[in-house]
């Protein structure tokens, strides 16, 4: 069995070999008999298990370098992976000698190659764990027969393409120096993506040509002349390096100085090349300037792109954050975006460096007095950033605060990243959440600096928050505690707290404490989602989503997409990753309260709350009325801005809007029938017309529960007899008084492929205060896909549990381009009391996608980090 001593393992040998040289090293001996030690009372232990299910829509490389996981090479053409469409496969390659040690580290693993159908339009994004530089990835589209039709081959650590005819195709992703884990994602066509630099073979460039900034002389690293020789270019004195333009064949041929020379000039290896010779020389011109980049006296080489006038989207992952639309977000933001208000969010601080969040915060505070805790060096002080809270146990940090703070408002239309809420509005970052947790005693510090209140800091901000954003949580009520919500509620301030991700009816505060507005999550479907808690207590629900599932088929996870840190390896990188829980669900009805309070600036905390009790502010889910699921149901944004404006005395004329939820289905390989909601996402009368598509025959929409209006849920089913292998598309189309809309759908017959895979799961318990594994367990496959584990002789105590694979065989799961799960979820584990026998621990294993570099037009390279690790004696766990 593979082992990994954690730092504290190695701590505590130090000190008993300290001990016993101080002890017993050396000198004589007293021959005096020792006592007889005392008999130690026999320790009761216990059995656990569970199942571990695939994420659906989930594939895995069939070589990957882990020597325990199942083999089968998928080297070249004959050997191609065939693998589902839509897909989120992980995977990895190496070249000889690179990587850790394992199955293929000293042959290499070179290419992966994988055999899917693809529809016209779909996008291919391939997500590389290393920084694609020192560790460099390349992407291919191919041919049945190998030859490549197009491809991607920056330095970036994201390679994408898209297809521009429907067909059978090969997909190749090959090393071109180092080794890295990665993920291939495949989906529906939602929207354009933009990516960073690229350079990819379908653009339009000039041949055999590449534009290059030289590093000016003085500030070249030693060593970085080799590319130098080729500048052509007179400068007079003093005058800045400037862009040449280098004919590459001509100078790989002459010059015995340049870079080029020595190399093939092909980044992919020969069995996989274009037929069309002028393709060839394209893709030779990409790999020569791949070369160039990596010269150290090469500032910048790019291609010489022909250019015309083309539409770049603002917020490049705006397409992925599905739980807008879902409460009519962008209908809202036609009335308000937030301007002058201000969200205090109370967490772990928030990383001041994002690009996503400049210009959208207002000075904050750290309110953690226990300067242990806080982990900058000192208690309590001006500084809200996030120093990483080393709360996981490989000592990374989540930096969930600034996750938090981008739901909230994130800068929108700045042609980066993700969209905010209410991306007018203001942050306010507090931060109480450190290396052990977030004490009550620190909340309530930062809740009555929120709220201008006598507070330890002796100061108070300019001006007071309108809403507080607690995503935080925990058992036991405080009598003391709910005075302090009561003061700041009656300042003048919206409370807003997640109601946990247990699975429990048991009340988590504040979310609990009367006055506070306890938000439960929702997924994709409006269902509440399987971790969320709830009870009587919850207030709302808003979209806190389910990563276990794909159910719009855009190849990523639904979970919440938001601005992120990661800071694995030591080295702080400003990332995008999409997470679930109530957390993710919290700032959503934040961000609302804050677009409500633009227009209604005088609205009372008890306004809201009584508009929330009217309906007035949500889509009613369940039972009809409150419940415990969704307390008075979805918060719908539109509805609440148009309540709040009514109520503040400008009045807006309400206006029926069509929504359709969700926006788009995947039916995959097994889903037969699936639902779409329809509602009035506005006012006035809303008429909606008998929905069309045009499959052909293989779909089918049924209304099931509809009023007279043609609003409420219709059943979406496909009929998969008769038809061929292959991928299949169509598009729903819903017409009304007052917009249309379209849902596109997307269905594959495969019947050699299985609903997801994450390749072999090892799972561990984990101390959740140490970090340190105290089990392990190596999972055994089952023939429905899922994996089944026993842990024996745990002794009673507190722990948590996770699972992963271990692709790249670093004794380490839960690395970027592996799977992870952990019971019940990855991003908030649950604590597990052991003091019986426990059965039933299931959960979902599926993959986190970072999208750092899909944030802007040219992207960050660096290596990212996990959110969550364990060390672990197989690896270690998110």
């Known amino acids: 069995m593979k082992r990994v001593t954690s730092k504290r393992s190695i701590l505590m040998m130090a000190i008993a070999t300290l001990l016993s040289q101080a002890c017993g090293g050396g000198g004589g001996s007293d021959n005096s008999t020792p006592p007889t030690p005392p008999t130690p009372p026999p320790t009761t232990q216990y059995t656990l298990s569970g199942t571990i299910r695939p994420a659906s829509g989930t594939a895995i490389d069939s070589d990957v370098n882990d020597p325990v996981a199942s083999y089968r090479s998928n080297d070249t053409v004959a050997e191609a992976q065939p693998i589902p469409n839509p897909v989120t496969l992980s995977g990895y390659v190496n070249q000889p000698g690179s990587g850790s040690s394992g199955r293929s580290r000293t042959t290499g693993d070179e290419v992966d190659v994988y055999k899917v159908s693809l529809l016209a339009g779909q996008p291919i994004n391939l997500l590389i764990a290393g920084d694609g530089v020192n560790d460099d990835l390349d992407l291919a589209l191919a041919d049945i027969n190998g030859k490549i039709i197009d491809a991607s081959a920056s330095q970036n650590r994201a390679e994408s393409l898209t297809i521009k005819t429907g067909g059978d195709y090969l997909v190749v992703v090959a090393v071109d120096k180092g080794a890295s884990n990665y993920v291939l994602t495949i989906g529906q066509a939602l929207a354009p993506v933009s990516t960073g630099t690229r350079l990819r073979l379908s653009d339009p460039f000039v041949t055999g040509e590449a534009i290059v900034l030289f590093r000016d002389a003085a500030t070249m690293p030693a060593g970085g002349l080799r590319a130098?020789?080729?500048?052509?270019?007179?400068?007079?004195?003093?005058?800045?390096?400037?862009?040449?333009?280098?004919?590459?064949?001509?100078?790989?041929?002459?010059?015995?100085?340049?870079?080029?020379?020595?190399?093939?000039?092909?980044?992919?290896?020969?069995?996989?090349?274009?037929?069309?010779?002028?393709?060839?020389?394209?893709?030779?011109?990409?790999?020569?300037?791949?070369?160039?980049?990596?010269?150290?006296?090469?500032?910048?080489?790019?291609?010489?792109?022909?250019?015309?006038?083309?539409?770049?989207?603002?917020d490049p992952l705006y397409q992925f954050q599905w739980h807008y639309p879902q409460i009519n977000l962008p209908q809202t933001w036609d009335l308000t975006t937030g301007a002058n208000t201000l969200v205090a969010v109370i967490d772990t601080g928030v990383v001041l460096s994002h690009p996503d969040l400049q210009g959208q915060l207002v000075d904050g505070y750290d309110f953690i007095k226990d300067p242990a805790n806080a982990g900058d060096g000192d208690g309590i002080d001006r500084d809200p950033s996030d120093p990483g809270d080393r709360s996981n146990p490989d000592g990374s940090s989540s930096f969930h605060g600034t996750h938090v703070s981008g739901t909230?408002?994130?800068?929108?239309?700045?042609?980066?990243?993700?969209?905010?809420?209410?991306?007018?509005?203001?942050?306010?970052?507090?931060?109480?959440?450190?290396?052990?947790?977030?004490?009550?005693?620190?909340?309530?510090?930062?809740?009555?600096?929120?709220?201008?209140?006598?507070?330890?800091?002796?100061?108070?901000?300019?001006?007071?928050?309108?809403?507080?954003?607690?995503?935080?949580?925990?058992?036991?009520?405080?009598?003391?505690?709910?005075?302090?919500?009561?003061?700041?509620?009656?300042?003048?301030?919206?409370?807003?707290a997640a109601a946990g991700n247990e699975a429990s009816s048991e009340p988590s505060y504040p979310a609990g404490y009367p006055g506070v507005i306890g938000v439960s999550a929702v997924d994709i479907n409006k269902n509440l989602a399987p971790y969320s808690n709830f009870g009587p207590w919850v207030s709302v629900a808003a979209p806190g989503g389910s990563t276990a599932r794909d159910v719009n088929g855009d190849g990523k996870p639904d979970g919440v997409l938001s601005t992120v840190a990661t800071d694995s390896g030591g080295k702080l990188v400003n990332d995008y990753v999409i997470w679930q829980g109530t957390s993710m669900a919290t700032p959503h009805m934040a961000g609302v309260v804050a677009l409500m309070k633009s227009v209604a600036p005088n609205l009372t905390p008890a306004d809201v709350a009584n508009l929330l009790a009217s309906g007035a502010l949500t889509e009613?889910?369940?039972?009809?009325?409150?419940?415990?699921?969704?307390?008075?149901?979805?918060?719908?944004?539109?509805?609440?801005?148009?309540?709040?404006?009514?109520?503040?005395?400008?009045?807006?004329?309400?206006?029926?809007?069509?929504?359709?939820?969700?926006?788009?289905?995947?039916?995959?390989?097994?889903?037969?029938?699936?639902?779409?909601?329809?509602?009035?996402?506005?006012?006035?009368?809303?008429?909606?017309?008998?929905?069309?598509?045009?499959?052909?025959?293989?779909?089918?929409?049924?209304?099931?529960?509809?009023?007279?209006?043609?609003?409420?849920?219709?059943?979406?089913?496909?009929?998969?007899?008769?038809?061929?292998?292959?991928?299949?598309?169509?598009?729903?189309?819903?017409?009304?008084?007052?917009?249309?809309?379209?849902?596109?759908?997307?269905?594959?017959?495969?019947?050699?492929?299985?609903?997801?895979?994450?390749?072999?799961?090892?799972?561990?318990?984990?101390?959740?205060?140490?970090?340190?594994?105290?089990?392990?367990?190596?999972?055994?496959?089952?023939?429905?896909?899922?994996?089944?584990?026993?842990?024996?002789d745990v002794p009673a105590g507190s722990y948590e549990i996770f699972a992963g694979s271990d692709s790249n065989n670093n004794q380490f799961i839960c690395d970027i381009g592996e799977s992870c799960g952990a019971y019940i979820t990855t991003d908030a584990p649950v604590m597990i009391e052991v003091n019986q026998n426990r059965s039933g621990l299931d959960f979902v294993s599926g993959f986190t996608v970072n999208l750092a570099d899909f944030k802007s037009v040219k992207a960050d390279t660096g290596e990212t980090g996990k959110r969550r690790h364990s060390t672990r004696q197989v690896g270690t766990a998110h």
């Not at 017959?749 to 105290?774: E, F, K, R």
């Open 228 to 314: 130098q020789a080729l500048n052509p270019t007179v400068r007079e004195q003093g005058e800045p390096e400037r862009n040449t333009l280098i004919e590459l064949d001509k100078q790989a041929q002459v010059s015995t100085y340049s870079p080029l020379a020595d190399t093939a000039g092909s980044c992919f290896p020969e069995e996989f090349q274009p037929d069309d010779p002028v393709l060839r020389d394209k893709l030779k011109t990409l790999c020569l300037i791949k070369v160039l980049k990596r010269d150290s006296s090469v500032a910048d080489a790019t291609p010489n792109f022909i250019r015309e006038v083309n539409f770049v989207p603002n």
């Open 408 to 496: 909230v408002a994130a800068a929108t239309n700045n042609s980066i990243g993700v969209a905010g809420v209410a991306f007018s509005a203001k942050v306010m970052p507090l931060r109480v959440c450190g290396q052990f947790g977030c004490s009550d005693y620190d909340i309530e510090q930062a809740m009555r600096f929120a709220a201008r209140l006598p507070n330890d800091s002796g100061t108070v901000p300019p001006r007071r928050a309108d809403v507080i954003n607690l995503s935080i949580g925990g058992p036991g009520f405080s009598s003391a505690s709910q005075a302090v919500y009561d003061q700041v509620r009656a300042a003048g301030v919206v409370i807003v």
């Open 620 to 792: 009613d889910l369940g039972t009809a009325g409150k419940d415990d699921r969704f307390g008075y149901g979805l918060i719908n944004a539109y509805k609440a801005v148009t309540a709040a404006a009514n109520t503040g005395g400008n009045p807006v004329n309400p206006t029926p809007i069509l929504a359709v939820s969700p926006s788009a289905l995947n039916f995959g390989i097994s889903v037969s029938s699936q639902t779409l909601t329809v509602l009035n996402g506005g006012g006035s009368n809303l008429t909606v017309n008998a929905p069309t598509e045009n499959s052909g025959g293989w779909l089918s929409v049924t209304p099931t529960q509809i009023n007279a209006s043609g609003i409420g849920n219709y059943a979406v089913a496909v009929r998969r007899d008769g038809l061929a292998d292959g991928v299949y598309s169509a598009t729903i189309t819903f017409g009304s008084n007052a917009n249309g809309v379209q849902v596109r759908v997307i269905m594959q017959i495969a019947n050699n492929l299985s609903a997801g895979a994450v390749g072999q799961q090892y799972v561990l318990l984990v101390n959740p205060t140490t970090g340190d594994t105290i089990a392990d367990v190596t999972a055994v496959r089952q023939a429905n896909g899922s994996y089944t584990y026993t842990l024996s």
